[in-house]
């Protein structure tokens, strides 16, 4: 990915899906949003979009955290 560009194409999306946000979603301090290819809206931190992790089932889940040492959580 880069600022404002998720890279995440559909095999990615297969273990990472993307944070999508709801139509009326509105962006707080480095938590923002950024418009994908489809024009649904993704969460984004920094301008870095932001993902979801498949094996996550309940809210507070992180077992993504760490993930090949590239995916982190981000906590508000």
Avoid: R
Wanted: net charge negative; glycine share 14%.
């Amino acid at each position: 990915d880069e600022p404002g560009v998720s890279h995440c194409g559909m095999m990615c999306q297969g273990y990472w899906p993307p944070a999508l946000a709801a139509a009326d979603a509105q962006p707080s301090g480095d938590i923002g949003l950024i418009t994908l290819d489809d024009g649904k809206k993704q969460w984004a931190y920094k301008n870095m979009p932001l993902y979801t992790y498949v094996k996550d089932k309940a809210p507070g889940d992180v077992t993504g955290e760490g993930a090949e040492g590239e995916w982190y959580v981000v906590k508000q």
